[in-house]
């Protein structure tokens, strides 16, 4: 082989490395590029879920609870009524859950002493639908039953002489307290609540010598008291 075949063989061989040189360099800077894409193509993790809390709030009302021991209030003859499904079966009108209206009318009766000619009490509790009421009756002192008593015919006194009227509570003490004087119960300055509006009321009541009956009744609805009052004379605005 002559020099200058060798020359070119070794020009070729240069040539050659160079070019395999940059095609190794080229591959290494492929494989880098390809290995960082595919890194930034990784799925990142999804983070985690955040826990949250629903707090569920309570009534803004609480729930009314029993009484502690079987004694009516002395304060109202609600107690001594049977429950208002019931006793919307013993009386004119429906009687429902009252709920506080926006702008209650109010009705101005005021009707003067009243003399009852009949009396509606004992039919009330004799209907067997009150045989809880008659029961509770039983739990309390003599004072209180027939305080109770009274209140109830008072109501339905009212309920019976004005249709329009829904008698659902009285206080016989809401301005001045009740009092017993031998066979006859006074109640000068009460109050009484219908149709979401408690009106003044006062009345007489005169029981036989046991003490169970009613014998005689007088009453007299005055005009509505005035709402700004209520809470001072503890009348609530509903039950």
Not at 171 to 188: G, I, T, Y
Not at 208 to 221: H, R, V
Request: proline fraction near 9%; hydrophobic fraction near 40%; charge should be negative.
């Amino acid at each position: 082989m002559g020099f200058a075949e060798r020359a070119n063989i070794n020009h070729l061989t240069a040539d050659r490395f160079a070019w395999m040189c940059a095609i190794w360099l080229h591959l290494l800077f492929f494989a880098v590029l390809t290995g960082q894409a595919a890194r930034d193509r990784t799925v990142r993790p999804a983070p985690e879920p955040i826990s949250v809390e629903i707090v569920v709030q309570p009534p803004l009302f609480p729930t009314a609870e029993p009484p502690a021991s079987g004694r009516l209030e002395t304060d109202n003859a609600a107690s001594v009524l049977p429950e208002p499904e019931q006793q919307a079966a013993l009386t004119p009108g429906t009687l429902s859950p009252e709920t506080a209206p926006a702008e209650p009318q109010e009705k101005t009766p005021e009707t003067g002493w009243v003399t009852a000619t009949g009396y509606y009490a004992s039919d009330v509790l004799s209907d067997p639908r009150s045989s809880q009421a008659r029961q509770a009756l039983t739990s309390v002192t003599e004072d209180d039953r027939v305080e109770q008593l009274c209140a109830l015919e008072a109501m339905e006194q009212v309920r019976h002489a004005l249709p329009d009227f829904r008698p659902t509570r009285l206080m016989p003490h809401a301005r001045r307290n009740s009092f017993r004087k031998d066979d006859a119960v006074f109640a000068p300055a009460g109050a009484l609540r219908s149709n979401r509006i408690w009106y003044e009321i006062a009345y007489k009541c005169r029981l036989d010598a046991s003490g169970s009956a009613i014998i005689g009744f007088e009453y007299a609805l005055g005009a509505p008291i005035v709402r700004a009052l209520w809470d001072e004379l503890g009348l609530a605005a509903i039950h």
